[in-house]
T-cell receptor, first 114, second 112 residues
């Protein structure tokens, strides 16, 4: 049972335009969400996170939006650059107690075309 | 800091052999995670440690897999005996208080 779903395996965007990557989750206990970026032959690197007490978090060109009622979050990249081409993973956790376990989506491969 | 260091980067072994993957976390980090990545299942958490103590090993697929963390600067993931279905990329990650992980570059394991 996939608790975190990234339904688009791939996305192609023109340089300078907006990239929107989507993520849905099923577990209402999740209260912390993260996005990671992964280049080939490297480990994932942390990009941005959001707590369930917020509905938006922004860091430079990257903004994450959280819609708790829809159990949906999205990552916006504006403007998109060729160096953003990578696989993007959505992850979620229920941080009650000492739990530090992240549940991951399968990833969306983003291609930003010059 | 050199980041999370994993060795080897690539491992090819024959079915039935023992495989040991190694990880050196970032100094000062108190959490260490072992993940396996496959095309079909994505990133799966195998086990994680807090202050060298295993907290959750529910993701370890079977008894052939074992992990240890003898001290704060070293961890191993062992597969004995290895099988072809164990072929995957294995990642180690560390974290301070569980806030944001730093991943190593992974070990690509091929069991033939």
């Amino acid at each position: 049972d996939q608790q975190v779903k990234q339904n688009s395996p791939s996305l192609s965007v023109q340089e300078g335009r907006i990239s929107i990557l989507n993520c849905d989750y099923t577990n209402s206990m999740f209260d912390y969400f993260l996005w990671y970026k992964k280049y080939p032959a490297e480990g994932p690197t942390f990009l941005i996170s959001i707590s369930s007490i917020k509905d938006k978090n922004e860091d430079g060109r990257f903004t994450v939006f959280l819609n708790k009622s829809a159990k949906h979050l999205s990552l916006h990249i504006v403007p998109s650059q060729p160096g953003d081409s990578a696989v993007y993973f959505c992850a979620a956790s229920a941080r009650a107690g000492n739990n530090r376990k992240l549940i991951w989506g399968l990833g969306t491969s983003l291609a930003v075309n010059p | 800091d050199a980041g999370v260091i994993q060795s080897p980067r690539h491992e090819v072994t024959e079915m039935g052999q023992e495989v040991t993957l190694r990880c050196k976390p970032i100094s000062g980090h108190d959490y260490l995670f072992w993940y396996r990545q496959t095309m079909m299942r994505g990133l799966e958490l195998l086990i994680y440690f807090n202050n060298n103590v295993p907290i959750d090993d529910s993701g370890m697929p079977e008894d052939r897999f074992s992990a240890k963390m003898p001290n704060a600067s070293f961890s191993t993931l062992k597969i004995q005996p290895s099988e072809p279905r164990d072929s995957a990329v294995y990642f180690c990650a560390s974290s301070f208080q569980g806030h944001g992980y730093t991943f190593g570059s992974g070990t690509r394991l091929t069991v033939v």
